[in-house]
């Protein structure tokens, strides 16, 4: 199983009913894909940083989602012929996520073992490195 | 005299991501993101901003996509 990060840009044209409607006509799709949808994040209405289509904001909507990648490319082909998408992305993040925790992990584990060994030296020298 | 004068511009190189202990660059971060680009909306380069090489790798590729979604311009005036 994989987790995925959709997120995609509607048309500031749209209701927010409309738009609602949208999400959870996606949502379906995405269970008829057996893929499961994790997180709904709306951001709403927001300025784009450049125009899009004549547009100067849109509705910024990201879906956290697990699955695989049959979800995905069904629900990229409905952005792709859906008239009021303007922009979406999808990136896989469980690599990165899992990555990021090992590093955390790897990070604790070496603050945990610092101060057995070089107690005396430890406490000035942490004190100077953040200035 | 070019060469003492050099030595006194230089400041200390602190990669910003490494302080602060992130570990993924999250693209829909536009407020941070924000930082690493100058007016022209150029990617700023780690000789100046001092970011270590890992995190200016993933610092570009969160850039890239943040530009693609209309978070980031592409180019700005």
Redesign the interface.
Known sequence: MRTYEV?F?AAPTLTTEELDAFIAQMQTVIEGKEGKVVKVDNWGKKP???R?KRFRD?Y?V?LTIEGGGAAITELERRFRVTDFIV?F?S?RIDE??K???K??AA?QRKSGKRPATQAPAAPPASEAAPL | MPGPKRFSMRRKRICKFCAEKITYIDFKDGRLLGHFIPKRGKILPRRISGVCSIHQRQLSEAIKRARHLAILPFVAD
Do not use: Q
């Open positions: 997120v840009v784009l940083a450049y899009i849109g910024y990201i922009r992305l990136v990165d996520y990555r990021s925790e590093l955390k990070r």
